[in-house]
């Protein structure tokens, strides 16, 4: 690890104002991916900022009846509430499909949000990457890129988001509150959070310079059916291939949002009007860019959905 | 606490003779200018350490450390407790596992700076030679282990997982979300999915659990 100095917030605006105030500055939660990303000199911020003791790890429920979240609320507390397992299935099922017991012990909300993809070439500091380091070039594209992205790629980066909690987030249409360093505060819909690659895969999502969350807001509960079905290429702790997050209603409407096909997490709405796992996966895939290892993901996100439809109707 | 004791210039031990062993053989190959050139330029700046207070298996050390120290590398090379251990050193193998303020962590994935005034449990606290803990004493009946490096992480991991069932904390094989986990094999598995073992001891790492947990299935 590079040498850093090291600060501790003592509020959220605190927090922001030092980010801005301090060239090279990063914060610190969880830090299991941060510290990773660290070790491996892919991450090297000059001053890190611990704000682990902000008072922003309880889930309170909201005047319209949905939940609030505090951006330092750790994975396996979210997933087990009681009022997240009843009413947000689908974001409780997320959170256990990830990582493991210890890392979901330590990984918060805002930081889940926020990590980093695991495309190999991001990872191999020897290997060109416009993510980390811009213009260098992407060597995943005509790489190994079996796990990478098919939709809403660019010429420049096909890395994919890693994150499961962030799928549901996307399917149940949370909010993303922060302030930013003059002590303002705003809201980003979770659909503009994440950034396409472009020609700037570097920034990846809508927050500015210090901009810090505070926490992640869910609407009041949508009931229906609640399935996370994630494919993997083993059975326990490993990345999504693909994933499908459903909320399907009686009638059997239904949303679908999808993992490991993009740099964000996947949701076309329109899809959702069609009927049948071949139409809606025909109208989710519009578009899609794949390569001659990762072409399977087109069947397989149909195949997916087919099963959740039916685990659906039980 | 005597068994907790920090070891002190220890006469003869296969650890002080690997790390005297480390330091002669780096001495003698790489010549001193080579490693005078390898500080970075902000890196020849003078460290500074900031004070962080651990409390390890019910005893309080203060200690000033370098921000970077992870976790691990205070138990292990400032406490000297060096039952955790380092195997991948990024989250990805369980050895390192620690219990912290009673939840399992990576200790290797986190700062010891960010855990001031945090009670910390490793496998030195759970039990003694002399008094084991029923997890270790069930690791020794069930044959848990071959080589033994990864057993520390995996007992405090096993502890901590039958708490997280009895809790009623999800897992990934978790049928009824609004139910209660059950207490059994399939969902101890799961949960010990976060470390790994090389000699391939999982089928007596279940066996041991199931013991302490008291369940057949």
Redesign the interface.
Known sequence: ??????DRATSPADAAKKAIATPGAKF?A???NL??LM?LQIETP?H?I?V?RLGLDTIEPTTDGGLRVGALVRN?DL??DARV??DY?VL??AL??G?????R??ATTAGNLLQRTRCPYFYDTNQACNKRKPGSGCAAIGGFNRNLAILGTSDACIATHPSDMAVAMRLLDATVETVTPDGATRTIPIADFHLLPGSTPNVETALVPGEFITAVTLPKPIGGTHIYQKVRDR???AFAVISVAAVVQPDGRGRFAFGGLAHKPWRVEAAERQTGAKAIAAAVLSGARTTSQNAFKVPLVERTLGAVLAEAKG | MTDNSPVTAPELTRRGMIATGAVGAAAAAIPAPVLATTA?P??A?A??T?PVSLKVNGRTTALELD??V?LLDALREHLHLTGSKKGC???QC?AC?VIVNG????SC???A??HDGDAITTIEGLGTPDKLHAMQAAFVKHDGYQCGYCTPGQIC?AV??LN?IK??????V?GD??GKPALDATEM???????ICRCGAYSNIIDAMKDVAGVDA
């Open positions: 690890m590079k040498a850093f100095t090291f610190i969880g830090g299991t510290l990773d070790k000059q890190l611990d682990n396996t997933a087990a397992r009843r299935g409780s099922r256990v499909s990582a493991s017991g210890q890392l012990n330590k059975a326990s702790y | 970075r902000d890196q700046r460290v500074t900031i921000p970077r992870t050193d990024h989250g369980g596992t939840r399992r962590i990576n994935l986190t700062l700076a960010l991991s901590s997982t997280e809790e009623g904390i999800p897992s990934h978790t979300l609004t598995r799961e949960r010990m999915s976060g470390n």
